[in-house]
């Protein structure tokens, strides 16, 4: 190109590879053996490959175990695609990008209503990235190393907290559930003591389950910190959990309108109580003034942060996931309280009325004797990932299969999830299909 | 002169809306909520209100974005097209439902390690960061495995070092060493020799590091990590610098993550989502977290049976929508075209450095990779930055790295043409001479913004964190 001689020239250049000349010539490279393909050709290839998958237009599915598969409103998806928005980096200089400020500002708010804590930061990675930092922050509050956790935790939720701890040398132990899947109060009274330094409680639980023993667990807690992982659409009808006594709220953001987008980019929810903010992680937004005493938003309390602490920070995150906040913000605003009640409705009648198709049918569901929000184990007479296999023979997917021993007192079983996106004939499917390969 | 978009839009609880609802739900009565405050509002007053907040937002579809450490590269619109059609999936789904989503992370797998000469990578990391702690803890793995662990407590970084790396090597369980840079803004190999020895568990760097030079004895910082039973981590926040002319693998790394949002254009989204993969050499690649995509021949698959693996660093298997928009964008692009992106960011990068010298202190050496870092002569490095907002560009990086005072970090990348490069030295030059002859424009800036400079002491002195805390 053209302007590229006259700028090589600029420099006293006679060649390109004179602006590699610090690079020692034995760490040269011989170019990348990867073929270039046009426009077109990588949006057709894109499209061929983009075919080899059944999404869940293509082929039901009843999958969630922690994301689900929500409807995302074209108005969401405009918002989002903003290219203001999508191609800014973080706000470091604020004058320049009120507008994000102003939205990251308004998804820390939405997050405090829902959850009804105090202060929400701008986004961790996930559901699972936000326990860990959860666990690292009760110990930056209280110097004690063990974390309580529910036995039905999710082995790639335990994964992560293992791997967030270890370099605290924090452990993990677990307390059982009853005999309608929830906490067992005594049980877990038993194993608090003066090394727990949290525990966590999900409502509603892996298995689906509301669990309405969560507000007799702050009594016990002492000095322990008390984590509840949400489903935030389940806190449209479900009281906040800080009204219960959280002192942490965590939670997957991705169920507030954005795509499942095959399992990422999600949302960390991460809320807390105003006195431990300073030991919170990740990005804050605050609001404040200009010179000239507008209402103005900028990025705050960061001497918590790597950039400006680096060893000694909270936490490592720098890049967040603020546009999934993008995504949820714009979400919650377009359907409103009355909206979001109604949808977390939907969600738990879909649940009930497959229920009821599957006890019709002879199914054992739930398997627990509760209430659930939108997902429920199903007990299955065999191996459930054979079912799983079989079922999409019969041009419907199942839920996530769970082998006989995963659990204590979980027998086979498949864990169905119920959003807005099922209709009652994808119910009647899935009940024929599984009696048919049961 | 530039001119942002300025409404007093209000915040979203302040737009009036109906009336909230009471409906009836099967949920236990003590756990049911009473009331929700958030406002109930039309899709059009919805679309409004963000659309014009994001007017008063500045991303690089508008102009140059030169901060430094951050590539911010043109996204082409093809990449953001291609990964809508994936956003259905549920991760969950059986293979053989899949196969096409699988197929995208098995190639660009395939793709980073012919970039980065790595013999396996990991695409489940979140972001630069967050693959930084991922290969902290196949550290701690792997000298775990060898019984090492208890010795081998330090980390080494050079004063360099971007804040996410002593953030992750603490996070991790390490001490961090910080090892001081030579008058030419390198390591000072004397000294990091003598910091290494059989408690060093890794040295974490950059090439070219954050002043944009490249570390030219690198081959001899490796001879000193191996010697030593150390291993050396590569932070490929700057590939964008090498790409197609070197590469981690060739100059001796045993452990690199790199940022799909920086160097393969794929969009910041205004602070992320990124996606941070994460590769490796040699015996590490037993200690790599699950699953890893894999191809029998016939279908693809998650391979779950890693010999020691490290287990999960985050849910399911990465931010894929992410690795949707880089595949294609390496696709596109090919070998060739990757190595020419770095050619033009490194030209670009040199040819602002020389048009702007004269006016800005340049410490250290002259040839420079991807980006330099300059300090104004007469004024603060906060008040040039809020300048050049006021002429509709964004500003460098301030502030960073820490070993230069009153440092501007510039990146431009190669989304820039010699008029674009040349209309923004202009600018700067001529805030430098206003600096000279009218400090106040630098000092009140800026003036064409949707506010003026804002008071950030006052927002962490009492912080104001939700719509609950009114002031």
């Known amino acids: 190109m053209k302007d590229m001689d006259d700028m090589l020239k600029y420099l006293g250049m006679n060649s390109w590879e004179e602006l590699f000349s610090d690079i020692p010539k034995d760490v040269w490279k011989k170019g990348i053996d990867i073929e270039a393909m046009d426009e077109i050709s990588v949006y057709r290839y894109a499209k061929e490959l983009a075919a080899k998958n059944k999404d869940i237009f293509d082929m039901p599915n009843f999958l969630g175990a922690g994301i689900y598969t929500h409807y995302i409103p074209p108005a ?124 966590y409680v999900e409502n509603p639980n892996f298995f689906g389950v509301i669990d309405e023993g969560v507000d007799e667990i702050k009594e016990m807690m002492g000095k322990a910190i008390y984590t509840i992982g949400v489903n935030p659409l389940s806190l449209a009808v479900l009281k906040p959990p800080a009204d219960y006594g959280a002192d942490i709220v965590i939670g997957e953001g991705q169920i507030l309108g954005n795509p499942i987008s095959f399992g990422g980019p999600l949302l960390g929810i991460f809320a807390t109580r105003k006195q431990y903010v300073r030991k919170m992680p990740g990005r804050l937004i605050g609001e404040t003034v200009d010179a000239d005493g507008r209402r103005a938003f900028v990025m705050t309390l960061q001497t918590r942060e790597q950039h400006i602490r680096r060893g000694k920070a909270t936490s490592n995150i720098c890049s967040n996931e603020a546009l999934c906040a993008v995504f949820s913000v714009a979400f919650v605003a377009y359907y409103g309280a009355n909206g979001l009640k109604e949808l977390a409705k939907k969600n738990m009648d879909n649940a009930r009325m497959l229920m009821e198709k599957l006890r019709n049918a002879g199914f054992n569901a739930p398997i627990f004797d509760a209430k659930h929000f939108n997902e429920f184990l199903v007990e299955l007479p065999k191996n459930p990932h054979e079912i799983s296999k079989e079922l999409l023979k019969h041009g419907v997917h199942g839920g996530l299969p769970i082998n006989a021993g995963c659990y204590r007192n979980v027998p086979n079983s498949m864990l169905l999830a119920t959003t807005e996106m099922i209709r009652e004939e994808d119910m009647d499917k899935l009940v024929s299909a599984l009696k048919e390969v049961s | ?93 059986e293979e053989s439902t899949v196969q096409g989503a699988l197929q995208i992370m098995y190639e660009l797998q395939e793709m980073l390690k012919k970039i980065t000469d790595m013999d396996d990578f990991t695409l489940q990391p979140a972001a630069g960061a967050h693959g930084e702690f991922t290969g902290m803890l196949l550290v701690r793995a792997y000298h775990e495995y060898k019984g090492e662990l208890e010795k081998r407590r330090n980390v080494l970084l050079p004063d360099s070092a971007h804040g996410t790396n002593p953030a992750s090597a603490a996070m991790a369980g390490f001490n961090v060493i910080e090892i001081p840079s030579n008058e030419k803004g390198m390591v000072d190999l004397e000294a990091l020799e003598a910091a290494t020895d059989d408690t060093t568990a890794a040295f974490m760097i950059t090439n070219p590091n954050t002043l944009g030079i490249f570390e030219e004895e690198i081959l001899e910082i490796a001879k000193i990590m191996h010697k030593n039973g150390a291993l050396l981590y590569y932070d490929g926040a700057n590939l964008n610098a090498i790409m197609g002319i070197t590469s981690p693998g060739i100059m001796g790394f045993d452990i690199v993550h790199l940022n799909l949002h920086k160097t393969f254009s794929t969009p910041h989204g205004g602070g992320g989502p990124g996606s941070g993969p994460v ?93 330099f870092v300059v300090k104004p002569k007469n004024a603060r490095a906060l008040d040039v930055a809020k300048r050049l907002l006021d002429f509709g560009v964004h500003a460098p990086t301030v502030y960073f790295p820490l070993i230069v005072h009153e440092a501007l970090m510039i990146e431009p990348t190669e989304s820039e043409n010699k008029e674009t490069l040349d209309k923004f030295a202009d600018i700067m030059i001529q805030i430098a001479k206003e600096a000279e002859e009218n400090p106040k424009l630098l000092e009140e800036a800026p003036h064409n913004t949707a506010i003026k400079r804002v008071d950030d002491v006052l927002a962490a002195r009492k912080p104001v964190l939700s719509w609950k805390d009114k002031r």
């Not at chain 1, 509050?141 to 939720?157: A, D, T």
């Open chain 1, 76 to 199: 969401v998806l405009e918002i989002v695609g903003r290219s203001e928005f999508y191609t800014s980096y973080t706000p470091y200089q604020p004058e320049i990008s009120q507008g994000m400020l102003q939205v990251q500002f308004e998804y820390q708010s939405v997050i405090a209503e829902l959850t009804g804590m105090d202060v929400a930061n701008s986004s961790m990675y996930d559901a699972h990235t936000s326990l860990g930092e959860a666990a690292r922050m009760a110990y930056r509050i209280n110097r004690r190393k063990e974390v309580l956790v529910p036995e039905n935790l999710y082995w790639e939720k335990e994964s992560v907290l293992k791997n967030y701890i270890a370099g605290l040398g924090m452990s993990i132990k677990k307390y059982p559930l009853n005999e309608r899947g929830m906490v067992a109060l005594d049980k877990l009274q038993e194993l608090i003591s003066e090394d727990t330094a949290m525990v």
């Open chain 2, 1 to 93: 002169m530039y001119q942002q978009a300025k409404y007093d839009e209000p915040l979203l609880n302040e737009i009036k809306g109906e009336e909230e609802k009471e409906i009836s739900v099967d949920v236990p009565d003590k756990l049911k909520r009473s009331s929700l405050n958030i406002p109930n509002l039309e899709e059009w007053q919805v679309v409004r209100h963000y659309t014009r907040l994001s007017q008063m937002n500045y991303g690089v579809d508008i102009n140059t974005y030169p901060l430094g450490s951050c590539t911010m590269k043109y996204n082409p619109k093809l990449n953001e097209e291609i990964a809508k059609w994936f956003s259905y999936l549920h991760p969950y789904q």
């Open chain 2, 279 to 371: 590769g490796v050499r040699g015996e590490l690649v037993d200690f790599l977290p699950v699953p890893i995509v894999r191809y029998d021949g016939e279908k693809y698959y998650l391979d779950y049976d890693v010999k020691h693996t490290i287990g999960k660093v985050r849910s399911f298997y990465g931010n894929f929508g992410v690795m949707v928009k880089a595949w294609a964008y390496i696709k596109r692009l090919g070998g060739e075209g990757l190595k020419n992106a770095t050619i033009r960011a490194v030209l670009n990068s040199n040819y602002l450095k020389e048009r702007i010298k004269g006016y800005y202190e340049l410490p250290h050496k002259d040839l420079r990779k991807h980006e």
